[in-house]
């Protein structure tokens, strides 16, 4: 088997910024050197100036697949492995598959093809970072469905930052070189808010120094141009792990999903194992009635997508359990949600907390709310 492929993301804050543009700039820069280059998958969206960069760059036929009754185009992974460039460039890295597709996730996709030795470019925006996802939210007034966990992104050997500024994107907005002038009026109404588009660009600077700092932490080498296919610099583990962890409580709770992506966020960051633990008087969450059984697992579950460890501990007095599983396992912080329950729930939600509180004197403590609900009703 080949050595694995290295991967390149180019990071953006919105669309129109420029990530496939300079992606393709790229491609053409290292055909010219003589590298097998080919596209993957190219989604033009009618920038005749993108569209301008492929000439001469050959393009992989995309796999046409039925679904209800109509055809979608979807990138052919097989016949990129087949095709074997050394570097393919890859567009819209979030992108989720039609039903009936071989994988969900265009990352997927793409993990798949780096196994197969072929270096990667790709590209996304910020927006896009499953941690995330609840800051965008508040940011821009709009969930982001299609998201990519943060393990993805640290598999990748360099994240590229294509900046420009908000006045700059506006006024190619504007000039209908992004959208077309109908949707670019939609637009400039709601997404494309220069204060948007403020905060996100300072998101997207902050996430790939971020980025920057952990390889160097990590001994890979950045900053160097992508000349050959197969980086000089040789990979290494990402960010090693110290000697402690981060504790997130999980419930029922509808903001357990927020509560996870902040804790793993914050373990990535201290370089911290990551555990999400779900305690019940019963080991087998069968148990549980229909409805909680379900939103636990459905949360259990959304925290192994995100490579998080998961536990189910045993114990009528759940705080004490919850504490003394974060002492074994050294835990610097513990995450706990604000319920926001009715009745005797939230009651027995607001018990767990001042308990764990209390009996957690010498661990940091984290009460996370969720502000969209806040702001319900």
């Avoid at 393919?88 to 780096?114: C, Q, Y």
Wanted: aromatic fraction near 6%.
């Amino acid at each position: 088997m080949s050595a694995r492929g290295k991967l390149r993301i180019f990071l953006g804050h919105a669309a129109g910024v420029g990530k496939t543009y300079q992606m393709l700039e790229e491609a053409r820069a290292l055909k010219a050197k003589g590298v097998d280059v080919a596209i993957g998958y190219f989604e033009p969206h009618g920038r005749k100036d993108t569209i301008a960069k492929t000439e001469g760059l050959e393009i992989v036929p995309r796999k046409v697949i039925q679904y209800r009754g109509s055809a979608f185009e979807e990138m052919d992974t097989d016949a990129v492995i087949a095709r074997r460039p050394a570097v393919a460039m890859i567009d819209e890295f979030p992108h989720t598959n039609v039903p009936g597709s071989p994988r969900e996730k265009r990352w997927e996709d793409v993990l798949v093809i780096l196994e197969h030795g072929i270096d990667v470019m790709t590209t996304m925006n910020v927006q896009h970072l499953e941690s995330l996802n609840d800051q965008m939210a508040q940011i821009t007034g709009v969930t982001v469905r299609e998201t990519i966990p943060d393990w993805v992104m640290q598999q990748a050997d360099e994240v590229v930052m294509v900046d420009l500024t908000p006045r700059a994107l506006l006024n190619r907005l504007e000039r209908g070189v992004v959208y077309p002038p109908d949707k670019a009026q939609a637009a400039l109404q709601n997404f494309f808010k220069e204060s948007t588009l403020v905060a996100l660009r300072e998101m997207a600077l902050r996430q790939t120094a971020h980025e920057v700092e952990e390889r160097l932490e990590s001994g890979m080498e950045h900053g160097s141009a992508y000349a050959q296919p197969g980086w000089d610099s040789q990979s290494s583990p990402r960010g090693h792990r110290l000697n402690d962890a981060v504790v997130i409580y999980i419930s029922d709770d509808p903001s357990t999903a927020m509560l996870i992506r902040r804790g793993k966020r914050v373990a990535d960051v201290i370089h911290a194992d990551c555990f999400a633990v779900f305690v019940s008087e019963r080991a087998d969450l069968q148990s549980l009635p229909g409805t909680k059984r379900e939103a636990v697992e459905r949360h259990l579950n959304f925290a192994r997508n995100l490579h998080v460890e998961t536990r189910v501990l045993t114990g009528s007095d759940h705080a004490q359990a919850l504490v003394d599983f974060a002492r074994l396992h050294n835990a610097r912080q513990i995450f706990l949600p604000r319920f926001v329950g009715k009745g005797m729930d939230r009651l027995l939600g607001k018990s767990l907390v001042n308990q764990v509180v209390s009996l957690a004197h010498d661990i940091e403590v984290t009460i996370v709310a969720d502000r969209r609900n806040k702001s319900i009703g």
